[in-house]
């Protein structure tokens, strides 16, 4: 399991995923073949899985975001699996999450603009199937978007 | 809007899936030489097109086992300062992202905790206590897949 010198140097390296690790063995307090040790020991047994680099889509030209929140026809058995496996073709579908509450599946859209988001709506959202009921939210901003955990 | 091509492209593309993957490897991907590769490397962090690095952590394995979405809506819009809510709520640990709104919430947050009675512990002392919530509704994560988006 994890001990405390685990969680400190996740702690860290979370907070800052680009540092040297020379750098980091000093903030958490542990030596670097510690430090190399202990990394190598949490990847090994799937806790630290890699590390990904978060794409600003805007600077890419993708202005808008939009968070789409679906009900699905329950009665209909397949209705989680076709929709999911609908949505997974639309490469403008950045996010698909699943729900136990009011939603049933959240998905983030990015377009260029309005006038493409409109279009995706209707060309290759609302055609997507089993869906009961459906609302969106409007990106305006990002505040904190750090998603550590309070190790 | 910067030029791009399709090997810029590729190079996003794996970078989003492994940040840590080294000029030289992903070079060989795409058949560019190591100083190439970094080089445009360099180009693509410098033009801004990440916003930064996450680390991948199995969450469960390491104590938090629930992820809440919650879609709060400000009470007293107008009397309630923007600034003093976001600055707070910004500040709660277990809050991992806060996004600013328009619909039929002001508000939505990625909250974990270690179990739900965790959660609602989170939710009572720190969330509902927030300068101006009015209300809060809930969805609990069952899963859930980044995809990589409109890259070619």
Redesign the interface.
Known sequence: MLDDIDRRILRHFQAAPESASADLADRAGVTSSTLARRLERMRARGVLRGARAEINWPVLGYTVEVSLRVTLDKTQPRAFDDFIEAAREVPEVIEIQTFLGQVDVRLSVIARDMAHYQDLYRSRILTLPHISDLDALMHVARLKTDETLPL | ??D?DEIDRGL?RA??????ASAGALGRQFGLSQPAAWRRIKRLRE?????????????A??G?SVTV?L?VKLATKGRVSLEDF?RA??AV?????????????DY?L?V?ARDIPDFERVLRRRLMTLPGVGSV???????????????G
């Open positions: 809007m910067m791009m996003i970078l989003a899936q492994d940040a840590q033009a801004g097109v990440f916003r930064g690095v996450r680390l991948d952590l199995d969450k394995a390491l938090f979405f879609g976001e709520v910004a640990p277990e809050v991992q992202t806060v996004e600013h709104v328009l619909g039929m919430y939505r990625r974990v509704d809930a969805n609990v994560l069952l899963s859930e897949e980044r995809r990589p988006g409109p890259l």
